[in-house]
């Protein structure tokens, strides 16, 4: 796969031959690194499956005007971080209660993770996680399991890095606190 | 298939182990996994869905590029513009059968009355009279007067000219 860099991706996706081809390359490469992305924000597979696969049709749809300029891999987390956003928007309404978060649907979603695999202390870490606002979660999950660099956050979430460090080390606090109190 | 993650580096460790040194001693380490070849099927069901979703960019970059959707733009107000200049400098031409007596009468002289009056002129004018006649309505008595020899069937009957001479 890394015989097929993003500029090759591109230009294969562009003539119609080799459109499907080069579409298909271009999932195989980033499926694993949208799907985890993704499931760390939403938790439930099946949610992550549905959100992956709009990703990548929304991606189909928008690689004609893509013009590279932020890299391909910026842009498919970009639309990413979107989708899984907009899907805990939609959720937390359709819990029809507006003081209550949707922190507790999604730590009910881990506790029955038949696909979570980690020990206690692993579990306690993604407890502490989803406490925190979505977009300081986001910071979080990119920055700690995804080890992307600031600048590259914030070409991904059009923010300034001062801003991306100081969202990372609130929750790096925050975190730390319910790791002492649970 | 479980969670990909990068080998942890050193400065993510050190970034932890002053702030949040619990957080720093969790080891960090895959906690999910997916269905078994969940990724090995994945393209697949995001092709098929691309198909359903959107068939029609299958055609391919001609068919989504913005010059290819500017000439058939261009295409489609060039065609209504030349419609519409035949749609009102249009003739209406009505059919035959809707003509009653006088208008039927009106288009036939106005289809043969060069023809006709050219005739007329070689038949009826000698050069002499022609000479003689100054205005229409000299012309008009002049036909008149030799009006009925053509209204008589010319197959039966000999020639004016002759007949007056």
Redesign the interface.
């Known amino acids: 796969m890394d015989a097929y860099p993003d500029e090759k991706l591109l230009a294969l996706f562009?003539?119609?031959e080799s459109?499907?081809y080069a579409?298909?390359l271009m999932?195989?490469k980033y499926?694993?690194?949208v799907?985890?992305h993704v499931?760390r924000l939403v938790i439930d597979?099946d949610d992550t499956?549905d959100i992956?696969?709009e990703i990548?049709?929304k991606a189909?749809?928008g690689l004609?005007q893509f013009r590279a300029d932020s890299g391909l891999f910026t842009w498919l987390y970009r639309i990413a971080t979107n989708e899984s956003l907009s899907f805990l928007r939609k959720k937390q309404r359709r819990i029809f209660l507006p003081w209550q978060d949707v922190e507790p649907s999604l730590a009910a979603s881990l506790q029955a993770?038949p696909?979570?695999?980690?020990d206690d202390?692993?579990?306690k870490?993604?407890l502490a996680i989803l406490t925190l606002p979505d977009k300081q979660r986001v910071v979080f999950n990119m920055?700690?399991?995804?080890?992307l660099k600031y600048e590259e956050m914030s070409k991904i979430l059009e923010t300034s890095e001062g801003a991306l460090k100081a969202s990372y080390?609130h929750a790096?606090?925050k975190?730390?606190k319910y790791?002492?109190t649970y | 298939m479980s969670e990909t993650m990068q080998k942890p580096r050193d400065h993510i460790r050190e970034e932890l182990e002053n702030d949040a040194p619990l957080l720093s001693a969790i080891e960090r380490k895959p906690a999910f996994e997916t269905p078994e070849d969940y990724f090995e099927y994945l393209p697949q069901q995001i092709q098929q869905r691309v198909l359903e979703t959107n068939p029609q960019r299958l055609w391919g970059p001609l068919w989504v590029s913005r010059s290819f959707k500017l000439a058939l733009g261009f295409s489609f107000a060039l065609m209504f513009i030349l419609s519409s200049l035949l749609w009102f400098t249009r003739t209406e031409v009505a059919p035959i059968w809707s003509l009653n007596e006088d208008e039927l009468f009106d288009q036939f002289f106005a289809l043969v009355s060069e023809y006709h009056t050219a005739d007329f002129y070689d038949l009826v004018l000698d050069d002499e009279a022609y000479l003689q006649i100054d205005s229409d309505t000299e012309l008009d008595d002049y036909l008149f007067e030799y009006a009925d020899y053509y209204m008589i069937d010319p197959f039966e009957t000999e020639d004016p000219i002759e007949h007056e001479l």
Request: proline letters at 0%.
């Open positions: 562009r003539q119609s459109r499907n579409f298909n999932v195989r499926q694993q690194r799907y985890w499931k597979h499956n992956v696969q990548f049709i189909w749809g004609d993770d696909y979570f695999k980690g202390i692993q579990k870490l993604q920055r700690y399991f995804d080890e080390h790096v606090k975190i730390e790791l002492e």
